[in-house]
T-cell receptor, first 116, second 108 residues
Framework: ETGVTQTPRHLVMGMTNKKSLKCEQHLGHNAMYWYKQSAKKPLELMFVYNFKEQTENNSVPSRFSPECPNSSHLFLHLHTLQPEDSALYLC???????????????FGEGSRLTVL | KNEVEQSPQNLTAQEGEFITINCSYSVGISALHWLQQHPGGGIVSLFMLSSGKKKHGRLIATINIQEKHSSLHITASHPRDSAVYICAVPTAGNQFYFGTGTSLTVIP
């Protein structure tokens, strides 16, 4: 148990569906991240939020839409996805800061997405 | 070229063996992270270090800042150590460069 909770753990959706992934942490962290993990590839950063402000959008297609209503919750809204979007989506959080001061990354268990 | 390179990519060991996983990086860093990912997906932070050596149980992490190299050692390996081990270094912008991971299988 890392203190970062993701739901759902598994999601199967068609290309025309709309769904959302949810991430929640009550660790007092104020930096939150969405990562995509595809087979045999390094973790790919999608979005970073600091204090609810999006500070990075790593050229992610608009069919992925993040939302951060407060520093404890992060959503990833999905619509009209493609089969190549099937992957493990991981949420992480960390104290805001630089280098060693920011501390360790805490990850959720991930949401395994399959797009049919 | 990835800013963080790990070796080996895959590793199979007999239970009880001493294991070493290597990480080399090309950027300046303030800290390096070792992460563990079990089948099923969840990632756990094992170590964050900026110099020298750290030890947690059977796990030891070392770093040589001058050579831009870190190693993760597992002593007396056990099947429950089977996982993917990932090296990560933070950027100035509070993001991370990740290695592709080392997949470890420990056979009983």
């Amino acid at each position: 148990e890392t203190g970062v909770t993701q739901t759902p753990r598994h999601l199967v959706m068609g290309m025309t569906n709309k769904k959302s992934l949810k991430c929640e942490q009550h660790l007092g962290h104020n930096a939150m991240y969405w990562y995509k993990q595809s087979a045999k590839k390094p973790l790919e950063l999608m979005f970073v939020y600091n204090f609810k402000e999006q500070t990075e959008n790593n050229s992610v297609p608009s069919r992925f839409s993040p939302e951060c209503p407060n520093s404890s919750h992060l959503f990833l809204h999905l619509h009209t996805l493609q089969p190549e979007d099937s992957a493990l989506y991981l949420c992480a959080s960390r104290r805001r800061g630089s280098g060693f001061e920011a501390g360790e990354l805490f990850f959720g268990e991930g949401s395994r997405l399959t797009v049919l | 070229k990835n800013e963080v390179e790990q070796s080996p990519q895959n590793l199979t060991a007999q239970e009880g063996e001493f294991i070493t996983i290597n990480c080399s990086y090309s950027v300046g860093i303030s800290a390096l992270h070792w992460l563990q990912q079990h089948p099923g997906g969840g990632i756990v932070s094992l170590f964050m270090l900026s110099s020298g050596k750290k030890k947690h149980g059977r796990l030891i992490a070392t770093i040589n800042i001058q050579e831009k190299h870190s190693s993760l050692h597992i002593t007396a390996s056990h099947p429950r150590d089977s996982a993917v081990y990932i090296c990560a270094v933070p950027t100035a912008g509070n993001q991370f460069y990740f290695g592709t991971g080392t997949s470890l299988t420990v056979i009983p």
